[in-house]
């Protein structure tokens, strides 16, 4: 059972479009929402993270939109370049807990 | 380059063998995660160790243990290796960052193959 659900599965944008990846999460005890950028024959790494008493949070081109009431979150990837080209995972950490549920990972190509 | 290291990158074997996968956390970390990522399933948590001690554990199946040394290094053991077992497994090591809780840093990971 997926705890984390993920989506698309991939996504091709143009260089300076915009890449949008949710995610939606049944449990209400999470309360931590990271999201993992991981490049081929590398492991993920942090890129950017939410907790759910704030609605958005950017960082760069990066940015998290969290909709509590509809228990879902996205990733927006603003003026997406080639070297953005990755796959990303959204993951969720409960209350209490340290260890991550991982969303099925989007792989993203950022076409020129 | 995350601090974690993981040892060896590859690792080619046969079912029904047993192999053991190194990890070395970042230099002050005390918690050791083990993720297995398989094409089907995606990023799985395995278990974690905190200063030597099982904090938690995920879908870790009884065939798979795992230890963390005094030295805070890792080691992930597969026995009785089925094909089903080939994927890659990543550790990951973490550091307490205020009100976000612990960070995850991952290392490069281990691809298994099991033929």
């Known amino acids: 059972q997926q705890q984390v659900k993920q989506s698309p599965q991939s996504l091709i944008v143009q260089k300076g479009g915009i890449s949008i990846i949710n995610c939606a999460y049944e449990n209400t005890a999470f309360d931590y929402f990271p999201w993992y950028q991981q490049f081929p024959g590398k492991g993920p790494a942090l890129l950017i993270a939410?907790?759910?008493?704030?609605s958005e949070k950017k960082e760069g081109r990066f940015t998290i939109s969290f909709n509590k009431s509809a228990k879902q979150f996205s990733l927006h990837i603003m003026d997406s370049q080639p070297g953005d080209s990755a796959t990303y995972f959204c993951?969720?950490?409960?209350?209490?807990?340290?260890?991550?549920?991982f969303g099925t990972g989007t792989r993203l190509t950022v076409i020129p | 380059d995350s601090g974690v290291t993981q040892t060896p990158k590859h690792l080619i074997t046969a079912t029904g063998q047993r192999v053991t996968l190194r990890c070395s956390p970042r230099?002050?970390?005390?918690?050791v995660y083990w993720y297995q990522q398989s094409l089907d399933q995606g990023l799985q948590f395995l278990i974690q160790?905190?200063?030597?001690?099982?904090?938690a554990k995920g879908n870790i199946l009884e065939r798979f243990s795992a230890q963390q040394f005094p030295d805070l290094h890792s080691e992930l053991n597969l026995s009785s290796l089925e094909l089903g077992d080939s994927a890659l497994y990543f550790c990951?090591?973490?550091?307490?960052?205020?009100?976000?809780?612990?960070?995850?840093?991952f290392g490069p990971g281990t691809r298994l193959l099991v033929l």
């Open positions: 230099s002050g970390d005390l918690s």
């Open positions: 160790y905190y200063n030597g001690e099982e904090r």
């Open positions: 993951a969720a950490r409960l209350t209490g807990a340290n260890n991550l549920f």
């Open positions: 939410i907790r759910p008493d704030v």
């Open positions: 990951a090591s973490s550091v307490a960052q205020g009100d976000w809780g612990e960070t995850q840093y």
